[in-house]
């Protein structure tokens, strides 16, 4: 078998089970790409949105699509399963890939009490039955009484017109609206509800009056309330041809391109998302919060490659003002001879199991540092030389890059094959 390549067993869906040779040194961008094409799975969901694949150890564990599987802990073989992230084949879920400004439309989650309403139909038709029976009713008996009672209209009315005490008085002039008929009308026609009792009229449901309003929020446009002083703008310095300026500030996938957005302020420590790292690119909206030395603080209000990411949307962390404004760009760097290069080995296994030490001659190291690739491990050269990394697992084998003060990866120091355990020897050779 070539070296750095291994045999897993693959399952595509319940039913679909191949085994496939992989290689354990390539970003698994590349793999996912590579087996969705070969084995024609959809690539765009039933809106039209591109589907995200990736591989999984297990149904649980997400294997990190920027790794290698040798990084991730999984070049002995076993089993993998290949789906959608957002819709993985064994949640039995159907896929929703959402994008900032293009959603489909959000169905009305809170639904209407159609029984609440149905009841609230039946009872007003019951009433209209009994106002029209009362009415009715009214009428014959006053066609039918003698022509004794007849002679007395006035009083009569005046009779049937006084209200109850559950009704409210007759509203004043001052304080009825101008739509409202006059009172001396209203006094003046026979009243046919007089007769009704009193808890009739108070036990009338009013079904519509108790339903709620609902305000609705798009998905991927969740206000994010800023303080005071801060100024909403679009971020337009992310652009490829400012890679030369400083090419560890930048991420660059199969398929997309961007900034990352950094924890501390000397922009040391990415800042985390759900999956990989929080990654800004053009067009994204930020506020900026305060500036310092030309780094900005930003908390992010949209966000393209990542729209609906709880730990995305809402993030605060820093980005170089000239990555925001596209202003004030620094000018590229001036070529310089070559002075040298690392020649890094292994010198033994006698480190603790998780951690990884090394030592550089023959060149100043100070404000270099070196760090294991994909990871947010580093450690920091002294004035000897010396520097240590702690935190992977035990024996995990990685690959390590070492950059100078200026954060750039030095000649000879990049993805150097390293693992828990060992202790690193670097030697700077001039030419």
């Not at 969740?222 to 090419?247: C, F, H, M, Q, W």
């Not at 067009?283 to 393209?304: F, M, W």
């Not at 949307?313 to 310089?336: F, R």
């Not at 390293?418 to 700077?428: E, F, Q």
């Amino acid at each position: 078998m070539i070296p750095y390549q291994q045999t897993y067993r693959l399952y595509l869906s319940a039913g679909q089970a191949i085994t496939v040779t992989l290689r354990t040194d390539e970003p698994l961008y590349r793999i996912v790409e590579r087996l969705v094409m070969e084995h024609g799975l959809p690539v765009v969901d039933q809106y039209g949105q591109p589907i995200t694949y990736a591989l999984y150890a297990g149904q649980i564990r997400r294997l990190s699509n920027e790794m290698t599987l040798r990084q991730a802990g999984y070049d002995q073989g076993g089993d993998l399963y290949l789906a959608n992230i957002y819709a993985p084949w064994w949640e039995h879920v159907p896929a929703a890939t959402r994008r900032v400004g293009n959603d489909p439309p959000v169905p009305n989650t809170r639904r209407i009490p159609y029984a609440l309403i149905g009841i609230g139909a039946a009872v007003v038709l019951m009433i209209g039955g009994i106002l029209l029976f009362t009415l009715f009713s009214g009428t014959t008996e006053t066609a039918a009484r003698p022509s004794a009672t007849a002679s007395q209209p006035v009083q009569s009315a005046m009779q049937r017109s006084n209200p109850t005490a559950t009704l409210a008085p007759a509203p004043t002039r001052q304080n009825t609206p101008q739509s409202a008929p006059p009172t001396a009308t209203l006094a003046s026609t026979p009243q046919p509800m007089a007769g009704l009792p009193t808890s009739t009229l108070a036990s009338i449901p009013q079904p519509m009056t108790a339903l709620p309003t609902v305000t609705l929020a798009s998905p991927g446009n969740t206000a994010t309330a800023l303080p005071a002083g801060a100024e909403e703008v679009s971020i337009a310095g992310v652009k490829r041809e400012y890679l030369n300026r400083d090419n560890r500030l930048f991420f660059q996938g199969r398929t997309s391109f961007g900034a990352y957005l950094w924890s501390d302020s000397g922009l040391q420590t990415k800042a985390p998302a759900s999956q990989g790292n929080i990654v800004v690119s053009n067009g994204d909206r930020v506020a900026i919060l305060s500036q310092n030395n030309g780094i900005a603080q930003v908390r992010i209000i949209t966000n393209a490659l990542d729209p609906a990411d709880p730990k995305v949307i809402g993030a605060t962390g820093y980005l170089p003002v000239w990555l925001i404004t596209d202003q004030n760009v620094p000018p590229p760097p001036t070529p310089v001879p070559d002075a040298g290069k690392l020649w890094v080995r292994k010198l033994n296994e006698d480190d603790e199991p998780g951690c990884i030490s090394m030592r550089i001659t023959g060149i100043n190291t100070r404000g270099w540092s070196f760090g294991v690739d994909g990871m947010n491990l580093a450690g920091r050269f002294d004035n000897a030389g010396n520097a240590r990394l702690c935190g992977l697992g035990p024996d995990q084998e990685v690959t390590i890059s070492v950059r100078d003060r200026s954060g750039r990866i030095v000649p000879g120091g990049r993805g150097v094959p390293s693992k828990g355990r060992a202790i690193m020897l670097g030697t700077w050779q001039r030419n």
